[in-house]
């Protein structure tokens, strides 16, 4: 059914047409349900049709959809002073996706990398880690630090970007003055939910503020809870001069943010950089039931615990097609032996959405408010599949 369409088929989309949810409970045109454990790819935090959003949601449409950024809008205001305090920030930027994000973040940093030229030179070049993903603007693609996203039919990229190895402490030997920022994962996303050593973390940190760079973290998927602490930044023991944030920020509703704080907070000035939809008051208000709903220790500590009884369960089927398992929270790479595209599949025929990153890595990424008989249900299809296939 899919791709037959009219939408352009740039995702090769699986066969299934979804129409409503619950929870972690999806519903197909047909009526068949599945367990979700993609959650939109990190988007839908709060399952489906939860109850304070959407009334939250309703009640917002009949006040105000969309006001310009002439003006301010109050439920425009009020997320972006809830969301500076849960993240000790001092200023943001709405946008509508993790690109445009980090599309900020990028501008930003060659921005402070002119003002602040070291002897006479001004600071042109971002770093960012091998394995990364960043978006799929032009500009984003370059920064992501895999050659298969860099194919030669959209060039020429933009230049200034340099790409390091992660967790390797020769890497940091590329700092130097002609660095404006790096800008890292604190868990790869689409580069197979690779972790970073914290004390790696810590030092490439160190000698960033030590040459003079800006510090950035791309929390796009990391960020809203989904790694068990509001950002995964608090669990690296990091302090980021700048975050980008989207995904989950406002449970569905597009949004993206960019934080900045530290000696990125008076970089933008009027004028830098803009967006007619960015912050607008339907995405603000659904982002303040994220912030009220996510942002306690309470729902944090339950996202820790759902992601270990996951790994947990894995771990004791003992299968011999599992190669490794890792992740944080509920951010989850599953390495196997078959093809991730065909046990994705099997699952979807199955009654359960599942999430790919790289050729053979199963990715879960399920709603943070997954109960545990969803995951239990999920976690049988799961099993049958591996042992299936
Ligand atoms: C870490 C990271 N940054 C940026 C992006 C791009 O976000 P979007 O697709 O909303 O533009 C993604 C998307 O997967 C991501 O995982």
Redesign the pocket.
Known sequence: MANKGNIANNYGSLDAVFVSGKGATLKDIKGKQYVDFVSG?GVNCLGHNHPKLVKALKKQVKKQIHISNYYNSDMGLAFAKELLIATDMKGVFFGN???EA?EAAIKLARKFGSMNATNGKERKTIVTLQKS????TVTTLRATGQDKFHAESFAPYPEGFKHIVANDYDSLKVLDDSVCAVLI?CVQ??GGVNLIDAKWAQALQKATHDCGALFMV?E??TGIGRTGTFLASEWLGLKPDVISL??GIAAGIPM?ACLFGGKATDVFVAGDHQSTFGGNPIACCAGRVVLSEVNTPQFLARVSDAGEKIINTIKEWDLSCIKEIRGKGLMIGIDIEQSAPDVQKWCLAHGLCVSTAGANTIRFLPPLIITNNEIEVGLRIFYSALTNI
């Open positions: 790819i996706s993790g690109a980090n993903f960043h978006g799929r994962e996303g689409e791309d796009v998927q989207a995904k993206g």
